[in-house]
Nanobody, 123 residues
C-alpha cells in the first residue's frame, strides 16, 4: 500500500509559478512510476506529466511542455511538479498518482492516488 499526499496548490495570477509536492509513504514508494493528473470542473481527469523511478523517462501533456517540469527525490520519497507561466486554463485540482508498469499517460493503470490539491490561476 502506498499513501500519497499533495501540497503546494493555491491561487496565483496568470504568468506566475507554483510548485506542487507529493509525499509518498508506505511500500517501496521509490520504485513506482509517478504521475500528475488534473481535473477541472465539468471535465474528466487528464494526464499532465509522469516520471519513472529513475527519472530517466518523463512525459508531458503537450500544452504544458516548456512550462511544467516533473522531478523526484527518491531519498525523500517525494515527487514535484514545477509549474511556470501559469494560465487560467491550468486551473484544476491536481492529483499525484503511483503505478508499477504500463503506459504512464493512462489514468486507469494507476493504483494509488492522493486527495488532490487545488490550483487556481486568475487572469
Amino acid at each position: 500500500q502506498v499513501q500519497l499526499v499533495e501540497s503546494g496548490g493555491g491561487l496565483v495570477q496568470a504568468g506566475g509559478s507554483l510548485r506542487l509536492s507529493c509525499a509518498a509513504s508506505g511500500r517501496a514508494g521509490s520504485t513506482y512510476t509517478m504521475g500528475w493528473f488534473r481535473q477541472a470542473p465539468g471535465k474528466e481527469r487528464g494526464f499532465v506529466a509522469s516520471i519513472n523511478w529513475s527519472g530517466g523517462s518523463r512525459y508531458y501533456l503537450d500544452s504544458v511542455k516548456g512550462r511544467f517540469t516533473i522531478s523526484r527525490d527518491n531519498a525523500k520519497n517525494r515527487v514535484y511538479l514545477q509549474m511556470n507561466s501559469l494560465k487560467p486554463e491550468d486551473t484544476a485540482v491536481y492529483y499525484c498518482a503511483a503505478r508499477m508498469a504500463g503506459d504512464p499517460r493512462l489514468a486507469g493503470g494507476y493504483a494509488y492516488w492522493g486527495q488532490g490539491t487545488q490550483v487556481t490561476v486568475s487572469s
